[in-house]
């Protein structure tokens, strides 16, 4: 019995022993051995090291934040005594001594600033014992804007430090590059957004209000529920704020969307619904899913068919949510939603899916892409994985 | 008395278990019921669900056990069962909804936007859960064991499997109206024998019931500090339970999380008036229990001793099938818990295998810890589960929601060193190094009482030496905690 208890304490001190490893393994900085190769090959490993560490900050763009914490990595890379980076209008951060000297530094780069070439300067301290004596400042441009400039203070003129000066900005500037791309990128999902939003209406509000129109002689009660409907669904697919929404939200909007279609298709439309109600507060990506229900209706009534029957399910599923949307209508050639996938289709089919697929992919990661099963004839079933929780995604 | 009853009764709560679980409640609706088939988990039917996940062995066998050896004193682990709620209710519930977080590991990355601190709260969500799993798997032996005469490992074997299975299958679908199912039968399996049980009494005349004072002493030899302990554990340990927190996650939002608490603190405090009635009868009819044998069995022999004949037999078949649903509905939720943290945060990648393979995992660990380690009272053994999140997870939820200084590094230190440390002396107490009577053993067997001071401290002490590491993103998480959900998003519905 004992020995059985000496057992489960030696289980439970390797746990705990394995967890602090894991900590230890995640927490603690690389030693330096001593194989680092010649003084020169050391030397390059620090300077590489240093830049690695003040990139990051730079990818956020020019700012006070990312100048602060980047200064300070950017001078030991030079090895000056001081260094400023200010922007178009004033002083970022002065990192190193003598910070009185930032008061007129504004007035000496501003020519830098005009013609976006180097400048050495004197300083011209009132301070006689003052160490920074003559400085150089660098203009860090992108795409041929000056966004600001990098000075670098020293004791005496000196060509190196100049031409090291140079080419740190110029390292500077391919990072403010890069978080200029950063930023462009993401200005062009939220466009990509906006697009899909726009694109549900035309062809739909048409449609939606012609069949709502057929209504308002024979049934008018109908066609208010309708109009209700449409002003609801309108109202939540148009609204501005948050990325994010819930899964009952957007199974909400989906019935909206599918009474109004009924409402044109009447019979040959069925629609069965399952959903768990556990995983009715997850939070998604807003409008990913009605994009699906939209190409499963279209797919569904393709053609010469009758009637149509669309399956969704929401199911838990641990710790994800699984949702599953079906159709038995025409399916498509997997290479040609392969093609569609990969954004090579051509014309407006499949964007929606597309753009889902892309979207998810962007906020959960590549693991969580569309999954889609389909033949000619065999209608088509897409599966979407949404996890309960993924940081910085809030339902709103 | 007749095995036969009793053995449907367990072979029927199985398989509806595995039935319900593994193909689920397939209820499909027209788009006509859409909303009822869209309506989310009201707070009452969450709290029954919580219920019935959360009642478990300790509590269907385990308390009336304790009553019936040790007397009234006992009582303080029902209330505190149950108070932990009102702690839970009043500090986290709502804000711990507001965080969108579904687990443990979730809260603390979403909090302190640090990956260690999300992995170290895994490791130690494992723990617990796996020291809370054991003892649900010892009471199934031990239940098996006096109705069928069965070999002890055997009922332990059969939950662990029926659970994998279950899991597996399906991965529960339907685990809300499970759960729900669970609660009811748990309370009905006691309810209806206590009914008839004490009718009996009164039948008997009604015989007082004595707690001999040299008997009824408390078994620890510093009894004062022990109901400390006790209290400590489980009113702060409730809120830390892995299948507790990921229930919350179904409410739709913060407030109805609220109700849903203040709904479960009535279900579970119905529940908890019985066992003591079991208790203390057994006390009367089945005294033979107080000197050893197994105490926690006083649930299941007493129908069969006060009634008797065929009545006795149906209502202990009811009982014994109640209590298989208290193993099978907790140890379940526990293992999909800790099933959950293992996929997400141990297993490299993801998909329905891992989770698969985790679930054998999770409930494999803790099977070979129940058939190793000698029976300790289930009630003491959850005990142990509950100090161990009240000194780790207690202060990180509770720092984490009503404090803005609290950092990484100091979250690390007070988990390390609280929760460390209680998982450190239970080890110790389980392995019978360190024995009765003296101060030793009555602080390691009861540790919460120094080791959530020491958690919260080393949290705070730590956290404070390390301003600079405070998240970025603390003022808009505790905005998101801390205010009703309409005003975040200036929704108006």
Not at chain 2, 93 to 105: E, M, N, Q, V
Request: proline share 5%.
């Amino acid at each position: 019995m004992t020995g059985a208890g000496y057992a489960v304490i030696v289980v439970l001190a390797l746990l705990l022993f394995g967890g602090g490893l894991l900590l230890g393994r995640r927490t603690a900085r690389p030693l330096r051995t001593s194989d680092v190769g010649t003084p020169v090959e050391h030397a390059t490993f620090e300077t590489l090291h240093t830049a690695s560490l003040a990139a990051p900050p730079l990818r956020a763009g020019l700012t006070g934040d990312s100048a602060r914490r980047s200064a300070r990595r950017l001078r030991s890379l030079l090895g000056t005594d001081a260094l400023c980076l200010t922007d178009r209008d004033g002083v970022l951060v002065w990192d190193g001594e003598g910070d009185h000297h930032g008061r007129h530094v504004m007035e000496q780069v501003a020519g830098v600033l005009e013609t976006g070439r180097d400048t050495a300067f004197r300083s011209d301290c009132d301070d006689l014992d003052c160490p920074l004596k003559w400085a150089v400042a660098v203009p860090l441009t992108v795409d041929h804007r000056v966004l600001g400039t990098l000075v670098a203070y020293a004791p005496r003129e000196s060509a190196v430090l100049a031409r090291a000066a140079g080419e740190v900005a110029r390292w500077v500037c391919v990072q403010l590059e890069l978080a200029e791309l950063d930023r462009s990128r993401t200005q062009l999902i939220e466009a990509e957004i906006r697009a899909l939003r726009a694109q549900i209406s035309p062809h739909f509000i048409f449609n939606s209000l012609a069949a709502i129109a057929s209504f308002v002689r024979t049934d008018p009660e109908q066609a208010r529920e309708l109009l209700l409907e449409f002003a609801d669904f309108t109202r939540y697919s148009f609204r501005s704020h948050g990325d994010f929404t819930t899964l009952a939200d957007e199974l909400h909007s989906i019935d909206q969307y599918l009474a109004l279609v009924r409402a044109r298709f009447g019979e040959r439309l069925s629609v069965t619904l399952q959903v768990a109600p556990e995983v009715l507060p997850v939070a998604l990506p807003f409008l990913c899913l009605q994009p699906l229900v939209e190409n499963a209706v279209k797919h569904g009534l393709e053609g010469a068919v009758t009637s149509s029957r669309i399956t969704i399910s929401a199911l838990d599923a641990g710790s994800e949510a699984e949702v599953v949307i079906e159709d038995d209508g025409t399916g498509m050639d997997p290479q040609r939603l392969r093609h569609i996938l990969r954004g090579e289709g051509g014309g407006s089919t499949g964007i929606g899916l597309l753009n889902v697929d892309e979207r998810l992919r962007q906020v959960y990661g590549d693991d969580y892409g569309l999954v889609i099963e389909t033949g000619i004839g065999a209608g088509m079933r897409i599966t979407v994985r949404l996890p309960k929780y993924r940081a910085g995604v809030h339902g709103s | 008395m007749s095995r036969t009853y009793a053995v449907a009764a367990v072979a029927v709560v199985v398989l509806a278990t595995v039935l319900v679980g593994g193909f689920g409640l397939r209820i499909s609706r027209t788009t006509s019921d859409f909303y009822v088939a869209s309506r989310t988990v009201r707070p009452r039917l969450n709290a029954a669900a919580i219920s019935g996940e959360y009642l478990s062995a300790a509590s269907f066998l385990g308390i009336a056990g304790l009553v019936l050896v040790h007397g009234p004193d006992m009582l303080w682990y029902p209330v505190g069962y149950t108070a932990g709620y009102l702690v839970l209710l009043v500090f986290v519930a709502a804000p711990l909804r507001r965080s969108g977080a579904y687990t443990l590991p979730d809260f603390a990355e979403g909090r302190l936007e640090s990956r260690q601190v999300r992995r170290l709260v895994s490791v130690l969500v494992v723990g617990a859960g796996w020291l809370y799993l054991v003892p649900q798997l010892q009471g199934a032996g031990l239940t098996l064991k006096i109705l069928t005469g069965a070999p002890g490992w055997l009922g332990d074997v059969l939950v662990a499997s029926v659970v994998v299975l279950a899991v597996a299958a399906g991965g529960m679908r339907s685990i809300t109206f499970v759960q729900v199912f669970q609660y009811w039968l748990k309370l009905t399996a006691l309810l209806v024998p206590a009914i008839f049980l004490v009718l009996a009494w009164r039948g008997d005349g009604q015989p007082r019931v004595t707690f001999d004072a040299h008997l009824s002493a408390f078994r620890a030899d510093h009894p004062l500090y022990a109901t400390y302990g006790l209290i400590v554990a489980t009113f702060l340990g409730t809120m830390g339970l892995p299948h507790v927190v990921v229930r919350f996650y179904t409410s739709p939002n913060g407030r109805d999380a609220r109700r849903t608490t203040v709904a479960v603190l009535a279900l579970i405090g119905v529940f908890y008036l019985l066992p003591p009635v079991y208790g203390a009868l057994g006390r009367l009819y089945a005294p033979e229990l107080i000197h050893g044998g197994d105490a926690d069995a006083a649930v299941l022999l007493l129908p069969g001793r006060v009634i008797g004949g065929l009545g006795g037999d149906l209502l202990g078949a009811l009982v014994a099938g109640g209590a298989f649903a208290a193993f099978l509905s907790t140890a379940s939720g526990l293992t999909m818990a800790v099933a959950g943290v293992i996929t997400q945060d141990v297993l490299p990648s993801r998909g329905v295998r891992h989770f698969r393979l985790a679930t054998v995992l999770a409930i494999s660990v803790p099977l070979a810890g129940s058939l190793m380690v000698s029976r300790v009272p289930v009630a003491d053994s959850v005990g142990m589960a509950f100090a161990v999140s009240a000194s780790s997870f207690c202060p990180l939820l509770v720092l984490g929601i009503w404090w803005r200084r609290l950092t990484p590094p100091g979250a690390v230190a007070g988990l390390l060193l609280g929760g460390g440390s209680a998982l450190l002396s239970v080890a110790i107490t389980v392995s019978g190094a360190v024995r009765p009577p003296g101060w030793p053993h009555a602080l390691l067997a009861w540790p919460a009482v120094w080791s959530v001071p020491v958690g919260f401290l080393a949290m705070i002490l730590v956290s404070l030496a390390t301003p600079r590491r405070i998240p970025p993103g603390t003022n808009a998480a505790m905005t998101r905690f801390h205010l009703p959900e309409a005003l975040t998003t200036g929704r108006q519905r």
